[in-house]
T-cell receptor, first 113, second 116 residues
Framework: AQSVAQPEDQVNVAEGNPLTVKCTYSVSGNPYLFWYVQYPNRGLQFLLKYITGDNLVKGSYGFEAEFNKSQTSFHLKKPSALVSDSALYFC???????????FGAGTTVTVRA | NAGVTQTPKFQVLKTGQSMTLQCAQDMNHNSMYWYRQDPGMGLRLIYY???????DKGEVPNGYNVSRLNKREFSLRLESAAPSQTSVYFCASSEWKGTLAKNIQYFGAGTRLSVL
């Protein structure tokens, strides 16, 4: 069975500082990995994905994520956070051949001015 | 460009009442999904439909039924609502082609349901 862990419920950073949101996963085969963001009272929006190829994936709004197979991690990063990045972030995993995504519990990011 | 549209946006039910949540997508996607979101638990899959004419149970299907009415529409029905079904419900859709699925799921804005 596939699963995702986001070990931090909340991440607080100052504007302009680097932002990291952690994610680890568990699958029996090769993973497809995703990050989504949810702003208040909105649905989830796709940020980026890892399917195959380069371990460093670049996505929307200046976000990137690094796939690390040995550590089964897919951490989300942004070099310089903005107040507008404050939101709820979800990591998700899907095994090759499976229709279903499994989501982590989410990490609330607060960026203070 | 509407994407995924969910109705209603808000609903309050009494225990035992029934209702249907509607979802429609205009992106010609094959697959559609229903999730519930509860604090601290992320999104949990209720049911999904890999393609028109098929539906399958997800992680938390008890108390729910679904209908894939056509390629565009996928409804979720609560036959006898319970307080434990108070949640935010999201519908999503995605493309599925062959073995390399793009599977970026596109989400609706959600339905906030309270069962008293």
């Amino acid at each position: 069975a596939q699963s995702v862990a986001q070990p931090e419920d909340q991440v607080n950073v100052a504007e302009g500082n680097p932002l990291t949101v952690k994610c680890t996963y568990s699958v029996s085969g090769n993973p497809y990995l995703f990050w989504y963001v949810q702003y208040p009272n909105r649905g989830l929006q796709f940020l980026l994905k890892y399917i195959t190829g380069d371990n460093l994936v670049k996505g929307s709004y200046g976000f990137e994520a690094e796939f690390n197979k040995s550590q089964t991690s897919f951490h989300l990063k942004k070099p310089s956070a903005l107040v507008s990045d404050s939101a709820l972030y979800f990591c998700a995993v899907r095994e090759v051949g499976d229709y279903k995504l499994s989501f982590g519990a989410g990490t609330t990011v607060t960026v203070r001015a | 460009n509407a994407g995924v549209t969910q109705t209603p946006k808000f609903q309050v039910l009494k225990t035992g009442q029934s209702m249907t949540l509607q979802c429609a997508q205009d992106m010609n996607h094959n697959s559609m999904y229903w999730y519930r979101q509860d604090p601290g638990m992320g999104l949990r899959l209720i049911y999904y439909s890999a393609s028109e004419g098929t539906t399958d149970k997800g992680e938390v299907p008890n108390g729910y039924n679904v209908s894939r009415l056509n390629k565009r529409e996928f409804s979720l029905r609560l036959e006898s609502a319970a307080p434990s079904q108070t949640s935010v419900y999201f519908c999503a859709s995605s493309e599925w082609k062959g073995t390399l699925a793009k599977n970026i799921q596109y989400f609706g804005a959600g339905t906030r349901l309270s069962v008293l």
